[in-house]
């Protein structure tokens, strides 16, 4: 059984049930969600396809002194040309498309997955929160305030100094913006938790002799989708641009690794010199995280149609 009232926040219980179709529904109803969602399969088939798309073009990750003159690219715009459809590097040599490309896999999987455990992590304690209640509620909810007031990105510069090159740099920033990501998705689903807690067919179930368990992954855990996925799908751009900034202060993605970051931050002591150097890794960042954010508004907007109306 279940209540047919929407949630507190406007989210209808059955909405979340079906995120391809909310999806699916977001896409067609307008045209630039539609034209973000291109934009983020376009990305997403660039970085899982990076090896492809480079030998495709003829390069690699190689540096290349031949394609420099005193260190800055031979020819116009950067050296853009067939051979070298971004342009290059300046003092490497290296191909712009083929770090462009394979900064687009490092980027998205450090942003996928850290939003997968920061969701995980947020979901699993916000909810045994909300409905446990008690000294481990008051301990959740002191937690999250701590985490969110802490300077978090000061914190994050200094841990990926000390930290040994040895240790995979991918897999340290996706724990560590995961830990960081959690409080957010926790007052959430703790929120809504507690608000359907209260409802009658949560009572029900208790009177007709569901136990804790059955009621919470039962009753509570299918009403809470609709949340969880839009919280998570608005998360993701958020964890690309961290990624990215640590890369561009030197302390995220370490060489030879590509990384949207670092190819940005060498690009900025060339931009007076030739600004097309930073015109690519820039605008791929950049759309990147603005798709992301539509086709999450767009999602939020089809599971939580009173959203429309926000301001």
Same mark, same amino acid.
């Given at each position: 059984?279940?209540d047919p009232? !929407?949630?507190d926040?406007g989210? /209808?219980p059955?909405?979340?049930?079906s995120?391809? /179709?909310? *999806?699916?529904?977001?896409i067609?109803?307008? &045209?630039?969600?539609?034209?973000c /969602?291109?934009?983020v399969v376009?990305?997403?088939?660039?970085?899982?396809g990076?090896?492809?798309?480079?030998?495709?073009e %003829?390069q690699?990750?190689? +540096?290349?002194i031949?394609?420099?003159?005193n260190?800055? +690219?031979i020819?116009?715009?950067?050296?853009v040309s067939?051979?070298?459809?971004?342009?290059? =590097? !300046?003092?490497?040599?290296?191909?712009l @498309?083929a770090?462009?490309?394979?900064g687009a896999?490092?980027?998205?999987?450090v942003?996928?997955a850290s939003t *997968?455990?920061?969701t995980f992590?947020?979901?699993?304690?916000?909810?045994?929160a909300g409905?446990?209640? %008690?000294?481990?509620?008051?301990l959740?909810?002191?937690?999250?305030?701590?985490?969110?007031?802490?300077?978090?990105? $000061?914190f994050?510069?200094a841990?990926?100094?000390?930290?040994? $090159?040895?240790f995979?740099?991918?897999? *340290?920033?996706? #724990?560590v913006l995961g830990?960081f %990501?959690?409080?957010?998705v926790?007052?959430i689903v703790?929120?809504q938790?507690?608000?359907?807690? &209260?409802?009658n067919?949560?009572?029900?179930? &208790?009177a007709?002799?569901?136990?804790s368990?059955h009621?919470?992954t039962?009753?509570?855990l !299918?009403n809470?989708?609709a949340p969880?996925?839009? #919280?998570g799908?608005l998360?993701?751009p958020?964890m690309?641009?961290? =990624?990215?900034a640590?890369?561009?202060? %030197?302390v995220? #993605?370490? !060489?030879p690794? +590509?990384?949207?970051g670092?190819t940005?931050s060498?690009?900025?002591?060339?931009?007076e010199?030739?600004?097309m150097?930073?015109?690519f890794?820039g605008?791929?960042? @950049?759309l #990147?995280t603005?798709a992301?954010?539509?086709v999450?508004?767009?999602?939020?907007? =089809?599971l939580?149609?009173r959203? &429309?109306?926000?301001?």
């Open positions: 059984m279940s009232l !929407p949630l926040g989210v /209808a059955t909405a979340a049930r995120l391809p /179709a909310a *999806l699916w529904r977001a067609r109803a307008d &045209k630039w969600t539609f034209t /969602a291109v934009i376009v990305i997403v088939l660039m970085a899982l990076a090896d492809l798309w480079v030998s495709i %003829g690699n990750l190689d +540096p290349d031949h394609n420099l003159t260190g800055v +690219p020819g116009s715009l950067g050296g067939g051979s070298h459809w971004f342009g290059v =590097e !300046p003092l490497t040599g290296i191909d @498309f770090l462009v490309a394979h896999r490092v980027s998205l999987l942003g996928l *997968l455990l920061a992590l947020g979901v699993l304690i916000g909810a045994s409905y446990l209640g %008690g000294w481990w509620d008051r959740v909810t002191w937690s999250a305030d701590v985490f969110l007031g802490f300077p978090s990105l $000061i994050m510069i841990l990926g100094a000390v930290t040994p $090159i040895q995979p740099r991918q897999l *340290l920033m996706i #724990v830990i %990501g959690w409080p957010r926790a007052r703790r929120a938790v507690l608000s359907l807690s &209260k409802r067919f949560v009572a029900a179930a &208790k007709m002799g569901g136990g368990w009621v919470f039962k009753q509570l !299918p809470l989708w969880i996925i839009v #919280v799908s998360s993701i958020a690309i641009g961290s =990624e990215a640590l890369s561009f202060l %030197g995220g #993605v370490l !060489p690794t +590509p990384s949207w670092r940005i060498r690009a900025i002591d060339w931009f010199t030739d600004p150097y930073l015109v890794p605008l791929a960042l @950049f #990147v603005l992301f954010n539509v999450g508004d767009g999602i939020r907007d =089809e939580d149609p959203s &429309k109306g926000r301001a």
